[in-house]
T-cell receptor, first 116, second 115 residues
Framework: AQKVTQAQTEISVVEKEDVTLDCVYE???????LFWYKQPPSGELVFLIR??????QNEISGRYSWNFQKSTSSFNFTITASQVVDSAVYFC?????????????FGKGITLSVRP | DSGVTQTPKHLITATGQRVTLRCSPR?????VYWYQQSLDQGLQFLIQ???????AKGNILERFSAQQFPDLHSELNLSSLELGDSALYFC???FGQGAFKTEAFFGQGTRLTVV
């Protein structure tokens, strides 16, 4: 069965600090997809990134970067120079490659607070 | 704006009642997924429909049911409501059958409060 672990529950940083959110996953499939979503206080789930299991290249999008390491089954998310608007709950999710199992399995989420 | 529309945004109802939550997927998306977010269970997959047919089922209670209509909008019906059903219910849509094929975009959710 697939599983996503976000061991950090709450992180508090001061604006402009860098912060890394950890995500560890478990799956038996060789083909799978990893996601990060942001849930701001308003409640909606905002898609941030999707990465497939065959692409281990790190990705950077502005202040956001993702480090995917299959050897450690981790897909960590770093926010550089954090801002107050980054305050939200961040979820890591996994979808296995089997067509019969298309659901997203979410971690418990990490509450990030960025203080001015 | 994700393009996925959920109505209503908030719903307050009494125990034992029945409610219907509605979801309109993004234009062109054929799959609709329903998720429940509660404080104790986190985000849990309930059910998926693809082009009108049920494709995958999660830990959905027998008191809950869903369907997807020919115009691809979906409804989640919750009956004999209990206090523990209070949660944020999300709908997501994607083009393909599997969330892994494309990004899954979520609606803003319906917050259900059972009193």
């Amino acid at each position: 069965a697939q599983k996503v672990t976000q061991a950090q529950t709450e992180i508090s940083v001061v604006e402009k600090e860098d912060v890394t959110l950890d995500c560890v996953y478990e799956t038996r499939d060789t083909t799978y997809y990893l996601f990060w979503y942001k849930q701001p206080p308003s409640g909606e789930l905002v898609f941030l990134i999707r990465r497939n299991s065959f692409d281990e290249q790190n990705e950077i999008s502005g202040r956001y970067s993702w480090n995917f390491q299959k050897s450690t089954s981790s897909f960590n998310f770093t926010i550089t120079a954090s801002q107050v608007v980054d305050s939200a709950v961040y979820f890591c999710a996994l979808s296995e490659g089997s067509g019969a199992n298309s659901k997203l399995t979410f971690g418990k989420g990490i509450t990030l607070s960025v203080r001015p | 704006d994700s393009g996925v529309t959920q109505t209503p945004k908030h719903l307050i109802t009494a125990t034992g009642q029945r409610v219907t939550l509605r979801c309109s997927p993004r234009s062109g998306d054929l799959s609709v997924y329903w998720y429940q977010q509660s404080l104790d269970q986190g985000l849990q997959f309930l059910i998926q429909y693809y082009n009108g047919e049920e494709r995958a089922k999660g830990n959905i209670l027998e008191r809950f049911s869903a369907q997807q209509f020919p115009d691809l909008h979906s409804e989640l019906n919750l009956s004999s409501l209990e206090l523990g059903d209070s949660a944020l219910y999300f709908c997501a849509s994607s083009f393909g059958q599997g969330a892994f094929k494309t990004e899954a975009f979520f609606g803003q959710g319906t917050r259900l409060t059972v009193v």
